[in-house]
């Protein structure tokens, strides 16, 4: 919905040919091995997305349309609720379940991640992942702020095997005057440290977490059915299995930096940036020739 941007950002053109972020993820996703790009959508965006990428991706990979919708009656909840936006991203990868049968990654439309956590995150969904042993890419929180206001993060705890122990949302996180990091909840301001583990929504699973989260996302249906504002975050998924034993996460590290459009004031910079991996080679100049 981009509340806080003001505009469609998924479709918004960054690069030097007008390419979004999510080209670049594609095109370094195909160069990682991934062989399916599944767009999670609303099914009106979908003629617009359609126009966008179809042309490009024709022949390079296959494309499938997967459409988050408000229609609770396919989870057998048969409530009528009124909402503005759909129920989050935990949802969106539920709305995939019919769709998506063999091991895969999530990530977000509007974030850039970076070779890197591509090719780290194939290498996982080839020869480590299981049907209880997922994973998520993790980023030092300090790479992943906007200097124009607060962001949410996932806020890792990771033990000493690399495994993530409990995941906590934290909506305002922020760079402080003197460069540190810290985020505000309701009990004050907390200090983070600077290479704290955050999850920017890049995940790997298997088919198997459809059934895993179905019945925590009936339940949380239930107990949300009064606030319009409520969302099921895949953290709220992640945190569940691994307090009841049903899952393990490995935490892959990663040094590169993510960066997004959360802001307006923040599309110069993400086109800076772009331009520079251009200019020293990391991406040609056109991505679809």
């Given at each position: ?18 390419e ?35 042309p ?16 609770l ?19 969106a ?23 890197d ?67 505000r ?5 907390h ?6 583990r955050?999850?920017?929504n890049f ?31 895949i953290?709220?998924v ?15 590290p ?20 772009i ?9 040609p ?5």
């Amino acid at each position: 919905m981009a509340s806080r941007y003001g505009s469609m950002k998924q479709i918004d053109g960054f690069g030097p040919n007008g390419e979004t972020i999510i080209d670049y993820s594609i095109y370094d996703a195909i160069k990682a091995g991934f062989g399916k790009i599944s767009f999670i959508i609303r099914e009106e965006f979908a003629e617009p997305f359609k126009a966008i990428f179809e042309p490009k991706l024709k022949g390079r990979i296959e494309t499938d349309y997967v459409f988050q919708s408000f229609d609770l009656k396919q989870f057998g909840i048969n409530k009528e609720i009124e909402r503005a936006k759909p129920w989050g991203t935990a949802h969106a990868v539920l709305a995939a379940r019919n769709q998506i049968n063999e091991p895969f990654c999530v990530i977000n439309a509007d974030d850039f991640y970076g070779y890197d956590s591509f090719e780290k995150m194939a290498r996982f969904l080839t020869t480590e992942v299981t049907d209880d042993t997922y994973s998520l890419i993790g980023y030092q929180v300090d790479r992943t702020l906007s200097d124009y206001g607060t962001v949410s993060r996932g806020v890792c705890k990771v033990d000493e095997n690399g495994n993530m122990v409990e995941i906590n949302e934290r909506t305002e996180v922020y760079f402080k005057e003197d460069g540190s990091v810290a985020y505000r909840d309701a009990s004050g301001e907390h200090a983070l440290s600077s290479d704290t583990r955050v999850s920017m929504n890049f995940w790997g699973f298997t088919p198997a977490v459809f059934k895993q989260s179905e019945p925590m996302f009936k339940t949380f249906v239930e107990e949300n059915a009064g606030n319009p504002k409520s969302e099921f975050f895949i953290p709220i998924v992640a945190d569940k299995l691994i307090k009841t034993g049903q899952a393990s996460f490995k935490v892959i590290p990663t040094a590169s930096k993510w960066f997004g459009v959360t802001y307006k004031e923040d599309k110069p910079i993400v086109q800076k940036c772009i331009s520079e991996l251009v200019e020293n080679g990391t991406y040609p100049a056109n991505l679809w020739p």
